[in-house]
């Protein structure tokens, strides 16, 4: 068929006589030997009885595959059978034989991992794989790391699949495998009892296992798989240090606490040096300070590692690090700063500069804690205004709002907004009344306009008097050129004369609407003391002026709100 397919793509072409004769010889016997093979092939076997499965794998210039047999002891007779077989063919793509023989026995690791969920009862432990390839066993035994893509991808997915131990060198003359990849008729592979049954290694009472063929390989054979920059390295990590402070912070969530237990230490292991002159009682204020840099230093050097080496060697912060914008430096103490520009200043140091804190870690979040209980419970701001005074944690807002939302005190006082209860409305406003009968006044502006008639660019200030009905919320508006009382007043004349006398004005306390109040106040003092019929008339009619309260814009929110 793979012959069939290299020849060219056209339907009008006929397929040669020579392949047609290759199709017809194995098209004939096949329909008369299919019955018999399939009648042989049955395994019958308990789940009592020890068993195993070894799969032989081959390859050659045109296919390769693997075959399966099944080995079982019963009554102290051992015995084999033919289980499953798989064949491919060799792709177009010319490989070496060495990579047809690696394709062979990823199918037979693919094969083991079926027969497995096929027979549950048979652990990986007795899954044993055979192949005449040495350096396909090598490639298998070794460190997929060292090979090109291609060999390393597959043996990871072998080593993945299968124990590289079980894995065994058989010789190829006798390898059943081979008649997959070299071809058999079917009188023949019906005949051939290795075929049915496996070599008779299978069935001796001492199974000899030989997976070290490693000694006859030519390096030469190899070297084209090998990665040009592969460099073989061991790599060592110190968690000894990391497991310190672990367990070292792991002792108490207090941070005080802390600090005065790592306090005693360094005054036990100085008693210890210098027992002439030791020390007793409380801890000092200069113990303090040792045990917190000591512990601070020590985190640090386990998160800013990078950081540090550079800074040591002269170098400034990468720009891919998070401290690149804080300009920090190490002080005498070993401790990394945040820098700045106040150093001239006449702040603390920690004031001038911070001390560094790593987010997410256990010691940052016990220093939060610790002023957060401090200072009773603050908020996210205001916590973290606090804590900068000597310390500057990354992502310090965000550390500080989780801090606070696992804080039980506070998820238990957490203050709740009560809705305020809205007073009664005035009389004015819900008695039906005329429009405008009561009237409400404010101030809208400034706006700039240009007048007609006007030189280019000047443009002049103007404001707008709105007049609310308090009653039915009707509106009218006026344009005053200032906010000064005769402007105010002739508005006013204005709206009486388009609207109707108001029975009562409400504004508020502003200085136009106060001077307009006296001089209309001055005008009907002035008419009111010579006629006593204008008198009577006007008092009948006056109108009555009312101003809310200073500094209460809520009394005026019929005004406001437009």
């Known amino acids: 068929m793979q012959k069939k397919h290299l020849c060219p793509a056209d339907v009008n072409i006929p397929t040669t006589s020579s392949l047609c004769d290759t199709l017809s010889q194995l098209r004939t016997p096949l329909r008369m030997k299919i019955q018999q093979i399939a009648g042989s092939n049955q395994i019958k076997h308990s789940k009592t009885e020890p068993a195993e499965i070894h799969i032989f794998s081959d390859a050659s210039p045109k296919a390769y595959g693997c075959?399966?047999?099944?080995?079982?002891?019963?009554?102290?007779?051992?015995?084999?059978?033919?289980?499953?077989?798989?064949?491919?063919?060799?792709?177009?793509?010319?490989?070496?034989?060495?990579?047809?023989?690696?394709?062979?026995?990823?199918?037979?690791?693919?094969?083991?991992?079926?027969?497995?969920?096929?027979?549950?009862?048979?652990?990986?432990?007795?899954?044993?794989?055979?192949?005449?390839?040495?350096?396909?066993?090598?490639?298998?035994?070794?460190?997929?790391?060292?090979?090109?893509?291609?060999?390393?991808?597959?043996?990871?997915?072998?080593?993945?699949?299968?124990?590289?131990?079980?894995?065994?060198?058989?010789?190829?003359?006798?390898?059943?495998?081979?008649?997959?990849?070299?071809?058999?008729?079917?009188?023949?592979?019906?005949?051939?009892?290795?075929?049915?049954?496996?070599?008779?290694?299978?069935?001796?009472?001492?199974?000899?296992?030989?997976?070290?063929?490693?000694?006859?390989?030519?390096?030469?054979?190899?070297?084209?798989?090998?990665?040009k920059n592969y460099v073989p390295v061991m790599t060592v990590t110190e968690h000894c240090r990391n497991d310190f402070i672990d367990n070292l912070l792991s002792i108490t969530n207090d941070y005080t606490k802390l600090i005065r237990i790592i306090s005693y230490v360094f005054r036990f292991a100085a008693n210890c040096r210098f027992p002439e002159s030791k020390k007793f009682g409380p801890v000092k204020a200069d113990?303090?300070?040792?045990?917190?840099?000591?512990?601070?230093?020590?985190?640090?050097?386990?998160?800013?590692?990078?950081?540090?080496?550079?800074?040591?060697?002269?170098?400034?912060?990468?720009?891919?690090?998070?401290?690149?914008?804080?300009?920090?430096?190490?002080?005498?103490?070993?401790?990394?700063?945040?820098?700045?520009?106040?150093?001239?200043?006449?702040?603390?140091?920690?004031?001038?500069?911070?001390?560094?804190?790593?987010?997410?870690?256990?010691?940052?979040?016990?220093?939060?804690?610790?002023?957060?209980?401090?200072?009773?419970?603050?908020?996210?701001?205001?916590?973290l205004y606090q804590v900068r005074q000597k310390f500057w944690p990354i992502n310090g807002k965000h550390n500080c709002k989780k801090v606070i939302f696992k804080c039980i005190t506070c998820a238990k006082n957490k203050p709740v907004l009560t809705s305020q209860i809205m007073g009664d409305l005035p009389t004015d406003r819900v008695t039906p009344n005329h429009v405008f009968n009561v009237t409400g006044i404010d101030f809208a502006g400034p706006f700039f306009l240009k007048f007609k008639n006007q030189r280019k660019g000047i443009l002049n200030k103007v404001y707008v008097v709105i007049y609310v009905c308090l009653c039915t919320k009707a509106l009218h508006l006026d344009f005053v050129t200032d906010q000064t009382s005769d402007c105010f007043i002739a508005s006013l004349k204005r709206f009486f004369g388009r609207r109707g006398k108001c029975a009562k004005i409400l504004t508020d306390n502003s200085k136009t609407f106060v001077g307009a109040d006296k001089e209309i106040k001055m005008l009907y003092n002035h008419v009111n003391s010579p006629d006593q019929c204008l008198s009577e008339f006007l008092t009948s009619e006056s109108i009555e002026w009312k101003f809310i309260p200073p500094k209460s814009p809520n009394l005026g929110g019929g005004c406001e709100v437009v």
């Open 67 to 227: 075959v399966a047999y099944f080995r079982k002891v019963t009554d102290g007779t051992i015995s084999s059978s033919f289980i499953v077989a798989k064949c491919r063919l060799a792709p177009l793509k010319k490989l070496s034989l060495a990579r047809l023989e690696l394709m062979g026995a990823l199918v037979s690791a693919r094969l083991a991992e079926y027969l497995q969920k096929t027979f549950p009862w048979i652990t990986s432990d007795h899954i044993f794989f055979w192949s005449d390839s040495q350096i396909t066993l090598h490639w298998i035994n070794g460190d997929p790391l060292r090979w090109k893509e291609f060999v390393r991808n597959r043996v990871r997915e072998i080593q993945e699949k299968t124990n590289r131990h079980h894995w065994n060198y058989y010789r190829g003359k006798t390898n059943p495998a081979d008649k997959l990849t070299r071809g058999l008729s079917i009188h023949a592979l019906v005949q051939d009892d290795v075929w049915w049954h496996g070599p008779d290694r299978l069935t001796s009472q001492n199974l000899s296992f030989n997976n070290s063929a490693d000694s006859e390989i030519n390096e030469a054979d190899i070297a084209d798989e090998l990665t």
């Open 287 to 383: 113990e303090r300070v040792r045990a917190e840099n000591s512990l601070i230093r020590m985190v640090q050097e386990g998160k800013f590692q990078e950081e540090i080496k550079d800074l040591k060697r002269g170098k400034g912060v990468s720009n891919k690090s998070k401290l690149s914008s804080l300009n920090v430096f190490i002080d005498e103490n070993g401790i990394l700063k945040v820098g700045g520009r106040l150093k001239h200043s006449k702040l603390n140091v920690y004031s001038k500069h911070p001390i560094v804190l790593p987010t997410n870690h256990i010691l940052t979040t016990n220093i939060l804690v610790h002023y957060h209980k401090k200072y009773l419970h603050l908020g996210a701001q205001a916590l």
